[in-house]
Nanobody, 126 residues
Framework: QVELLESGGGSVEAGSSLRLSCAAS????????MGWFRQGPGKEREVVAV????????YYTDSVKGRFIISRDNAQNTVYLQMNGLKPEDTAVYYC???????????????????WGQGTQVTVSS
């Protein structure tokens, strides 16, 4: 059983940067696909970025390409989301999620992810 704990959210102005962290406990996530998802006010939860356990497969939703970077430190059992050039439309609760995989690919389907954190709020003002 993996527990995920996000941190690093906050309220910032447009153009600012934040780095979200997702610390895992209970198991090593070295063989887990890890992803970041978000849910804005009145919106459905959506994928932001995912990364395979090998790092060979990475996906970003179009709206964050070139601004966000997902990375992982397996030694620290932690996944990060570096968010640059934040926009008001990035305002959402951000969730970290993961699933164990023997594949080299990374799913972007929410239903594939077995473990979820509680979320961290990111608010971007204009």
């Amino acid at each position: 059983q993996v527990e995920l704990l996000e941190s690093g959210g906050g309220s910032v102005e447009a153009g600012s940067s934040l780095r979200l962290s997702c610390a895992a406990s209970g198991d090593s996530i070295s063989r887990y696909v890890m992803g970041w998802f978000r849910q804005g006010p009145g919106k459905e939860r959506e994928v932001v970025a995912v990364r395979s356990w090998t790092g060979s497969s990475t996906y970003y939703t179009d709206s964050v390409k070139g601004r966000f970077i997902i990375s992982r430190d397996n030694a620290q059992n932690t996944v990060y989301l570096q968010m640059n050039g934040l926009k008001p439309e990035d305002t959402a609760v951000y969730y970290c999620a993961g699933y164990f995989s023997a594949e080299f690919t990374a799913s972007i389907r929410l239903s594939a992810y077995h473990y979820w954190g509680q979320g961290t709020q990111v608010t971007v003002s204009s």
